[in-house]
């Protein structure tokens, strides 16, 4: 007896990523967290701009879609795009994926790295 092994489907407030897909930025704003859907419907028309630019630059032949741009929070039109996040120095290479949605950009580009201290600068010091 074989069973077959079954991935298990990613979904989003009970739908797939299919169905998400055929939303509007609107439509999708309403599957949101009460933050999260507030700033989606006060700048639903900055999010809908961003997936148009970002699917363009990706069309041209480009890699990754640069942004400074850390606020806008992520819809199902960018799932599988690689975007590069400026955390404040550099540009964070990140792909999003399924588990991203409704959060915002910032959130994956950290802006603050963890103090390495060495046992040599501790040695030094005495």
């Known amino acids: 007896m074989e069973m077959e092994v079954k991935k298990k489907e990613l979904k989003f407030k009970g739908k797939t990523l299919e169905e998400l897909k055929t939303l509007d ?15 989606v ?7 809908e701009n961003f997936v148009k630019r970002a699917n363009n630059q990706l069309a041209k032949g480009k890699r990754a879609v640069r942004t400074h741009n850390r606020t806008l929070i992520i819809v199902p039109g960018l799932i599988g795009i690689k ?15 399924m588990e991203m949605l409704g959060h915002k950009f910032g959130e994956f580009a950290p802006t603050r790295v963890r103090a390495r201290h060495n046992k040599d600068e501790k040695v030094k010091k005495k």
Do not use: C
């Not at 419907?41 to 999010?47: D, G, I, P, V, Y």
């Not at 400026?86 to 999003?96: A, C, L, M, T």
């Open 25 to 39: 930025v609107r439509e999708f704003a309403k599957l949101l967290r009460s933050r999260q859907r507030r700033t």
């Open 41 to 47: 419907l006060r700048n639903f028309q900055e999010h």
């Open 83 to 97: 975007l590069q996040i400026y955390n404040g120095k550099d540009f964070v290479p990140v792909e999003i994926t």
